[in-house]
Nanobody, 125 residues
């Protein structure tokens, strides 16, 4: 069983930056691919970024490519999402997720086995 706890959300002006963290419990964290998703009010949850178990491979949604960076520190059981050049349309609840059964770290939500409770990010114009 893996428990995920996100932090680092908040209110920021357009053009600003935030770094989200996702702390995971469990000794096997380093073997799990991880993903970040977000859900804006009235919209479906969507993929933001994914990272493989070692951190050597990453994938991003087109809407955040070049602005967001996903990374992980397996020694700290933590995955990060550095968000720069934030836009009002980035406003959403951000969730981290862990994939416990394979090497998948893509955009299919149904492939992920564990989810955090989410952290709110609000970008003002």
């Amino acid at each position: 069983q893996v428990q995920l706890v996100e932090s680092g959300g908040g209110l920021v002006q357009a053009g600003g930056s935030l770094r989200l963290s996702c702390a995971a419990s469990g000794r096997t964290f380093m073997s799990y691919p991880m993903g970040w998703f977000r859900q804006a009010p009235g919209k479906e949850r969507q993929f933001v970024a994914g990272i493989n178990w070692s951190g050597s491979n990453t994938v991003y949604a087109d809407s955040v490519k070049g602005r967001f960076t996903i990374s992980r520190d397996n020694a700290k059981n933590t995955v990060y999402l550095q968000m720069n050049s934030l836009k009002p349309e980035d406003t959403a609840v951000y969730y981290c997720a862990a994939e416990g059964g394979s090497d998948y770290f893509g955009r299919k939500q149904e492939e992920y086995d564990y989810w955090g409770q989410g952290t709110q990010v609000t970008v003002s114009s």
